[in-house]
């Protein structure tokens, strides 16, 4: 057995796969599906990613740390695309940025295409801009069970939107760094106090973009806490047989 310690670049063995999303209007749109490789999964996130026009894609940093990790660590599959119009590393997404209007129909396909694969336990993480698409969409999704957001701006979703979780019971947890660009604690519980059942946690010293090893970690294992708990806190070390 080998072991290999869990640093910034690390890529732990996963079925990795480029998929193409169908939306209604017609567009095709860049992901990956990143599977166990030796055992089903015990739940999926589609990762709904920060705004185009300011750098954000399904590459983001966090999005490539959990696509590398969690599949291995935690038996999680993980599903990232690129919103239309948006390019990164894998690709680019056909169409145009629609400022998070017609996004609708590209979070209804990254679901639609989890459900078709029989993929368990269909949770959103959306951070920044991906939030307000997690918001605004969200409670439209039987099949999606819950929702996590990194770094909610609410810039573009209304109180109206908002109050629409109080009509279902998917989960809704929000991370919110000490530090915010936009949104810190204390403004967030306000701003979100119409949904009744938010689950705020701030994070202390963190900020928007959560960079460092310190905060992906941190972001990770309260993504694994919430859809996965059997699997937290994330280990240190990956044991190999290669």
């Not at 935690?74 to 940025?97: D, K, Y």
């Not at 989890?114 to 993480?125: E, F, G, M, S, Y």
């Not at 694994?224 to 190999?240: C, D, H, K, M, T």
Request: cysteine-free; aromatic content about 6%.
């Amino acid at each position: 057995m080998t072991e290999i310690e869990i640093r910034s670049a690390v890529e732990l063995p996963a079925n990795r796969t480029a998929i193409t999303l169908h939306t209604a209007d017609g567009l095709n749109l860049v992901g990956e599906l990143a599977l166990p490789v030796s055992q089903s999964p015990v739940a999926t996130l589609i990762m709904l990613h920060p705004l185009p026009t300011a750098g954000g894609f399904m590459d983001s940093h966090i999005y490539r740390k959990a696509a590398n990790r969690l599949p291995a660590l935690a038996n999680i599959a993980v599903l990232r695309f690129n919103t239309r119009g948006t390019a990164s590393p894998h690709g680019i997404s056909e169409g145009q940025f629609d400022h998070g209007n017609l996004e609708r129909l590209d979070v209804a396909a990254a679901v639609e295409f989890a459900v078709a694969q029989k993929l368990p336990n269909i949770w959103l993480v959306g951070w920044s801009f991906g939030t307000e698409l997690a918001l605004k969409y969200g409670p439209d999704f039987d099949a999606v069970v819950g929702t996590i957001l990194l770094s909610p701006p609410l810039h573009r979703t209304s109180q109206e939107e908002l109050a629409r979780w109080n009509q279902n019971t998917k989960r809704i947890i929000a991370l919110v760094p000490e530090h915010d660009d936009y949104l810190e604690p204390a403004e967030a519980a306000i701003a979100f106090s119409v949904i009744e059942r938010l689950e705020l946690i701030p994070v202390d010293d963190a900020k928007h973009l959560w960079v460092g090893e310190t905060a992906t970690k941190r972001v990770l294992n309260e993504i694994v806490g919430a859809v996965a708990p059997q699997f937290a806190p994330l280990p240190e070390v990956y044991l190999s047989s290669h």
